[in-house]
């Protein structure tokens, strides 16, 4: 019998059902999953209203390639349009996040006819080359170098070093609002309106990489929109997809027609089953007022891992439902304790502890939640001799 190639750490749980914010494995035992497949659940697990979108349009047809419309489709981008600000206009499918990013990288190369890419520190846009090439930790880069050449890396939070990191060679700067494998770092205002300002000086395009932060997550429906900057292009997914594999370019209009038939395509974009479930969850975001509530339980989250009690714990950070606890140690050690207590979390890099919950995690699973965080935090302090 074949077996599936390992390159993922395994915990030694196996997954059998799902429904909203919680998860059991095939003991009977539940878990609050604060790992939502790196943020795709923040919906839920088997969320009954895109349940439902998807079991209609499993009885109508699944594989409609982007040659041909069909209304699946045109219900995702009427309902997906009523997410978006004002000057964006044009929705490139995809269907991961980090064929986005190279998408959106490919719109900028066209446009600008320029060769440099601008990334910054602790960056992540994903593992293919091109979003490889631009994103910070070697330990994911170093055994596929060398890797596209014009990549260039800035201080991430530095506003004055913009200007030097933005050349005339420069086609676009792509950033994380907050980035999430790199710490749950959130950029300031300062740095985010140096990069418009220097973006539009030198004529290169602004790139905002939403695939984790968007979609209401931070307690607005894109991250960008807490800072008041837009970009010229933004990347989406995960939880676009109700937990189908989705990714997305938005542009502004003026972009929204760079490429000629044959230069871009992708067999899967757009299917139909996928739109349904994107759809019904673009209706959901507002229909039940997903980022406000993302905003207030993020509050309370904050506050629950503030309050550890631990001397490894060093600070909290993030935006709504998207939490990181900053450690004085490894973080990684820490998430088969927290899994036994049940909870599911993620690491950031190297040190901090990442919460990814579903929008509709209550009180009650954030008090248990930071129980057991203090509870294995407060162990290993024992265990160092605290």
Wanted: aromatic fraction near 10%; glycine fraction near 10%.
């Amino acid at each position: 019998m074949a077996r599936l190639a390992r390159y993922y750490r395994e915990y030694g749980i196996r997954i059998v059902k799902g429904s909203m914010q919680y998860l059991w494995d095939d003991q009977g035992r539940q878990y609050i999953d604060c790992n939502t497949n790196h943020g795709v659940a923040f919906l839920g697990h088997t969320n009954p209203y895109i349940v439902e979108a998807v079991r209609r349009q499993l009885e109508e047809v699944w594989a409609v390639p982007l040659n041909f419309a069909t209304p699946a489709r045109e219900r995702f981008v009427e309902a997906f349009s009523k997410l978006l600000p004002a000057k964006f206009g044009v929705i490139f499918l995809q269907n991961t996040g980090t064929e986005a990013v190279e998408t959106a990288i490919k719109i900028a190369k066209k446009i600008t006819r320029r060769p440099t890419i601008v990334a910054f520190t602790n960056s992540f846009h994903g593992r293919t080359m091109g979003s490889l090439s631009v994103t910070w930790n070697e330990a994911y880069r170093k055994a596929f170098e060398p890797l596209y050449p014009h990549a260039r890396f800035g201080k991430f939070n530095v506003a004055s070093e913009v200007e030097k990191v933005i050349g005339e060679d420069t086609c676009c700067a792509i950033v994380e609002p907050i980035q999430g494998e790199g710490g749950v770092n959130p950029a300031t205002p300062e740095f985010l309106k140096a990069l418009r300002e220097e973006t539009t000086r030198k004529g290169a395009l602004l790139i905002f990489d939403e695939v984790q932060t968007g979609f209401g997550r931070t307690g607005a429906i894109w991250a960008f929109q807490k800072y008041g900057v837009e970009p010229d292009l933004f990347t989406a997914g995960k939880a676009l997809g109700g937990g189908l594999p989705i990714g997305v370019v938005v542009a502004k209009e003026e972009y929204g027609d760079v490429f000629e038939p044959g230069e871009h395509g992708s067999t899967f974009a757009g299917n139909a089953v996928v739109m349904a479930a994107a759809a019904a969850a673009s209706e959901l975001l507002l229909k039940d007022d997903v980022p406000a509530r993302a905003e207030s339980m993020g509050k309370e989250l904050a506050k629950a891992l503030s309050e550890h009690g631990s001397r490894i714990g060093l600070r909290v950070k993030g935006m709504g439902l998207m939490q990181g606890l900053e450690l004085r140690v490894k973080a990684d050690q820490f998430i088969q304790p927290l899994a036994s207590m049940g909870v599911l979390a993620l690491t950031a890099g190297m040190n901090v502890l990442r919460f990814l919950p579903p929008y509709m995690i209550t009180r009650e699973d954030v008090e248990r939640i930071g129980r057991a965080v203090s509870a294995v935090l407060r162990s290993a302090d024992i265990g160092r001799g605290a």
